[in-house]
């Protein structure tokens, strides 16, 4: 948090991730997508010499189940399609280091963590979900990290993610 005031308003707090948004800092990548059976669908993310402070990735899904992983460092078989991440700061000219791609193939790695959206319902009663990796991240510079989207069944999906870059103080 920042704290600011003025002499109207003597203390006004700001959480961090709005300061950095606010500096230029802050970028996003969201993508939708369809599994018309069980398969699986990765992001991968490659960061560059500048921290990047991974803030969240959130998913939705029409049914379950989908099992998500965060991996550092996989091996990538299939690159798949570079993506533009959106500055959150629309005045801002500065561009992200880290390099995000979509439709990936990856193996291996370290799993720093699994989020699952659980089956509710059956037949013509299903019920999607969300799940999310929230907090804060630091990612290691010049390293791979992918997530990866497993999906159990045919089904819809939506995900968002965003971070800022900021050199650890």
């Known amino acids: 948090m920042t704290l600011q005031g003025t002499r109207y308003a ?34 991968t993310g490659t960061t560059g010499s500048t921290p990047i402070h991974f803030h969240g990735f959130n998913l939705t899904s029409s049914a379950g189940p989908v099992t998500m992983r965060l991996i550092e460092a996989p091996t990538v078989s299939v690159a798949g399609t570079a993506v533009s991440a959106i500055q959150k700061n629309r005045s801002s000219t500065n561009v992200t280091s880290m390099v995000v791609k979509q439709g990936a193939t990856v193996s291996g790695g370290t799993v720093l963590g699994i989020r699952m959206i659980h089956a509710v319902g059956g037949g013509a009663h299903t019920e999607g979900g969300a799940n999310a990796f929230s907090g804060e991240w630091i990612l290691k510079p ?14 819809t999906w939506s995900a968002v993610f965003h971070w800022y870059e900021l050199a650890i103080k």
């Open 142 to 155: 010049n390293t791979v990290y992918a997530i990866t989207i497993e999906a159990g069944t045919a089904l």
């Open 10 to 43: 003597p203390i006004i707090t700001t959480a961090d991730v709005t300061d950095h948004i606010h500096a230029g800092l802050g970028y996003e990548v969201s993508g939708t997508g369809v599994f018309a059976a069980a398969g699986t669908y990765a992001f």
